[in-house]
């Protein structure tokens, strides 16, 4: 018979301690600057609960969630409608995740919350590079005026850890100025993966963030995204692309802009559950 | 700055402990008879979710959650496939809270799990009462060849509880021999709740199983139910209805059939969750 | 063990032969001038599958479909692209059923296939009344230059009958000069259905065509509609008011204008269906 | 044969200049502070395109929008992210309008756009009072640690207005300290537009900012908001008490909390549609 | 004209007699031990209603319906809720079909049906095997304490016609434990169907059961499954596979897990009304 | 602050005046003789107002809107039921365009618009050939009665052009009799774009009408159409196809097909509003 303990809510087998875990998984449920489609703040509880339709065993890898220990915090409550009180509490407990010693693994939200996790990471890893697979550039200096914004944010990350430090995948959207500004400052393959095996040998083991906004892949497989971008990756192109990623020695992960609301046949959310599994065993 | 701990996941407000609560609200995610829409099986997850819309105040009742103690025991884990084993763990669990000396307040789960309230209650209760909201009598004696179906439950508990203890009301669709039968043991109001004060006064301080099928509401309010029937009463009737329970001596409480998958706007499981605050208030 | 037979598709118990039936159910998918959202052609299937969630007794008639004869004749295959043609193919169909001696219950289809079933009654009943429930008048003389619409139905009616044979009940839309033209040639009652019982007194036994929009509604009961109009009468009302008319001599009966494309929670279909089987019961 | 101009887009037939108009209708596409479900910032362009399936003429008021003089600016421009520069730009809009005479008319956009309006209006009617329709009080000081919210929207008014001039009607949710609050600082009416008439008449010819939180209605009629609460006012009971309106001396009206990705049936942004023609008539 | 004649509902063109036909196409409308999302009830109705999208004539076979004997026998009415006696009535009737030296095809429900055929077909086809087309083993011994579930079908199928003669492909979830005995006891090829036309080859004339869950797929060309699970093949892939079977001896096909409330746009039921022309014209 | 001038709506950046454009870009919202799903009607309006989710910077051929000259029409005002009189409008709009120079950009739409495209073009055009991507043939003779069709109009535009003069890339459906039709007097390649390459040459410099069925699109990715057929090509070949076409004298095109009312997450609408990029950047 059930026990009459509390009603605990992770992701599908998280449920180790803080203290003994090595993955703090987490929700940062913000969306405030989505210029056109606002929801991904609902991607984090999503993804719990239709986790249980998965199994823990990876026929990929060859992996059970079951072997790792990873510690699920829940979501962060964020202010509505305050852009960098929100962004500082993440940033907050991103550092306190590294500080421990743990690697931070948050589930957007947005983009622009993958600003917070870098920041919060180069405090301990000052040479950090980041690995991000994207349909957009988001180098845009500013956007509608905004300086923080999902438009701009690795244009702010870049700010933060300067040229050569960035590595973008899958790029099929951006202004002709962004792309242009790009070529200086960073490394953009546009359209597939083609040469991240060589970025990865290239960086061994320094430190590395990755950031997945989850509209690299085609909408077919993901259509619940804030801006759907046709002509993108497959989910089996994409999954390769973090398991080669393995060799990297990864200190924050990121999976960003699910948008449930637009998600009726749950395909786009069971997927993206899918993808975290792989990355935690992957990791 | 979040806590690092359990994310633990209640109806807005329901954090007492088991212990020192005095009602225990759970989930029957059971939906296994259901001979049109299944779905109802996702009823307690959606509300719990959908409850942080909600207020704590009632400003029907001037009563807050915050002045009350209820344990949320989170959703019981019952086996797909197997009604028997299922209503079983659900009796279970009732005649544990109700031996404990705590009311047992149910969110189903299809209408049938309202048999396992009944049974576990009358070992207590002897001289156990049905009120029933609804539109559909549940009176058949079997349907398609089942004795145990959300069409015959009320039926099933009339095997229990015997002639003259249960009392319908918003009844609008069934057989025309349900409805004779139904005429010979027990009380049926069809469409509204006229009479209920009087039942009400009647029952005094005897106890009483309050059953609420939610589809007893029109479905331009609640249409996200597995059988919408048109011609139901509204939200304030039924609200009013409930409250005019707080006369009873009440010992057990399920609001069923509230089936999430229909409800594209999210307002019938806001109305499920703010029924559900009216009613624990009550209590 | 289910017989290897047919699989033989009507509203629920509707299965008399023509041969022995009083009334002839079918559905006239045409929805070829709706201006605003088309899908009404899928009303008729949509309300024949989902008539399985209902009963085939009613509460508020004490009446039992088993009890009465009617034969459902599927819908009409009628070509796409060519008012004309559509038109004439239903009018032949009614005429067929009206000349055997049976009622036509059609269930539309935008309002437009009305025409059709005027035409036909008229042609038996020369001095045919018509009893029209709608949020719009329906009076325009032509729409977007077209003299054949849904939106000119009931003028196109008039043409036929002449003055003072239409009553309107429910009518919140229109233009101007509709409600002018209207004032000079049929009753329009605004709203509600005040004078209902008056109209049916003074009509007594004479023919008369019972034509059913929908979305006469309420919206919030009824959203399913081409053209949702706020304001509108209750799903009790309209049973009400279709009941009274029991008292009429009907020769020709429709419902019009259901569009299931946009009746996510299937109540708007439920409701509809239920609608029919209280109107097969007052004939 | 269309001609080859632009291609104009407003609300149907508000397509008088602005120099020659009375009422400047205009959309404030604004939804940073939403706490629940955001999207309130789509409703205004989806009541444009939608406004198509409405009459210009009014049976209602017998009124036609043909006969005034409605300027429609489109939508704002915000930017996304950050809630101070948006309010601003709102309020420089419609002090523009008020400082050339003409009465503006929002389409919000969540509650908070009133704050800008109320702000504009005091500049130049400094006795300004508010009428309020809404399901919640909005009351609270601040909400997750921010002053400016939707939830504290009308406190931030009284901030400015100050004591006795804000009237509220239809309150049915909120905390039970923003009630007792509000006993001391204006006019709550719980749950009705009981007590409206009176209100009227004592704020005679004084300028009056009115404001409606669709969220007022049920959510039958209503679903689509961005926290639907059960038990509101019907459709017939918010025009009347619309229409009642028409014998203050009303200086500013905005319309808010429409949220079209929860409207599948459409039915929600029709209403809208339709209750913003005859305020514009009521005007 | 229409004939008046019964409306009679089948699938596009499969409109032979039982006594001539070939193949008898049936739906098993069952979805009891769904223990995800239930709907795969609704799978059969739904393709039947949207095969009049489809031509008869396949490009890829260049063969037509018109050219084969097919009896449409419409969906088993079967008992909710008991899963024992739902499968007992499926068997039957597939035993029937059989007997009669007829081909089955069974349009499920959910996978578990796929037991009733093998059991029916293995009466008369001793030394059967089953080619498996899924995402997932299915190979537990008991899931949720239950033997019999969509969880466990193939491994109950094993118990009946042992090792070496089960052969799945596409496989791409399950428990290690199930991948680890199914490496013991029957063929699984992962992610793929490569090494499919060995396997037929070596199969040679000897009676197969083929049956499809048609979650094989990828989420993205069928999302409405009760399971969706990312990186499936594609429907191109499939057909291929399928039309590579016309080389066996196929006594029995079914095609099972279709959802259709979760197939907002139609596709899903399109691709499984094409897939099953396919499979018609392939046999 | 925002300008007070009107509310223009375009496509993202084809501000350009008629007099000054190259190309004119229009709407054509007829869907009369659709026999599936109607709605494409809404197809151009959608994908006007979610164009603003793209940029204008083209990664796939390094050219920016900003750099062409394009008129937004907007859409043309069509009769409903009465196709003759649609078709006529239609033609008559695009011959203006192409006497005045400028190439005709419709969006449909049903497919039959096509018809009046190339009846305007052939006037000026005497040698016109066309390219036509589609999952269907389109070649029936008639469709339900009628010669003015969706599945007939490419055998209506053979009545205009004649023999040897149409392309067919992609066609997977069709019924038996339009194949045979089609090997005698047109080009069709079956599934893919195979060949195109070769067709493009041969035409060289001769002036082509370019026509685009969005339903050669596998399902998956553009599940929005009226008749979804599994087994379609991707965005990137089509993408490729229509960037091939550069070397093409194209005096006309249109996008047909889309049917926004099935496009739940807005994928399908983003999509064509991406390939009209492509195609107005290729022109």
């Not at 072997?67 to 009180?85: C, Q, Y």
């Not at 430190?207 to 989910?235: C, K, N, R």
């Not at 020695?249 to 959310?269: K, R």
Request: glycine share 8%.
């Amino acid at each position: 018979m059930k026990k009459m303990d509390k009603n605990i809510h992770t992701y599908i087998s998280c449920d180790c301690d803080y203290e003994n875990a090595d993955i703090v998984l987490f929700g940062a449920p913000f969306d405030g600057t989505t210029s056109y489609r606002p929801g991904a703040r609902f991607a984090s509880k999503a993804i719990r609960a239709e986790s249980f339709g998965l199994e823990t065993y990876s026929p990929y890898q060859d992996k059970d969630l079951t072997d790792i220990k990873v510690f699920d915090g829940g979501d962060l409550e964020l202010p509505f409608g305050n852009t960098n009180a929100a962004l500082a509490q993440i940033e907050k407990y991103c550092e306190k995740v590294i500080q421990d010693g743990r690697t931070p693994f948050m589930i957007g939200g947005e983009h622009l919350v993958t600003l917070s996790g870098v920041s919060a990471a180069i405090k301990k890893f000052h040479d950090i590079s980041i690995i991000h697979f994207d349909a957009h550039t988001d180098l845009r200096d500013s956007y509608l005026g905004q300086q923080l914004s999902h438009a701009t944010v690795i244009r702010r990350c870049h700010d933060i850890v300067g040229d050569g430090r960035i590595f973008q995948f899958g790029i099929r959207s951006g202004e002709r100025e962004e792309f242009l500004w790009g070529e200086k400052h960073l490394f953009t393959n546009k359209f597939t993966f083609d040469g991240l095996d060589n970025i990865i040998k290239q960086l061994a083991d320094k430190p590395v963030y990755l950031t997945i906004d989850l509209d690299v892949l085609d909408p077919a497989e993901m259509p619940a995204v804030g801006t759907p971008e046709a002509g993108g990756v497959s989910f089996n192109q994409l999954l390769n692309a973090c398991i080669l990623c393995k060799n990297l020695n990864i200190v924050g992960v990121d999976v960003c802009e699910l948008c449930p609301v637009y998600d009726n046949s749950g395909a786009s959310t069971a997927l993206a559950g899918k993808l975290i599994r792989e990355l935690l065993l992957m990791l």
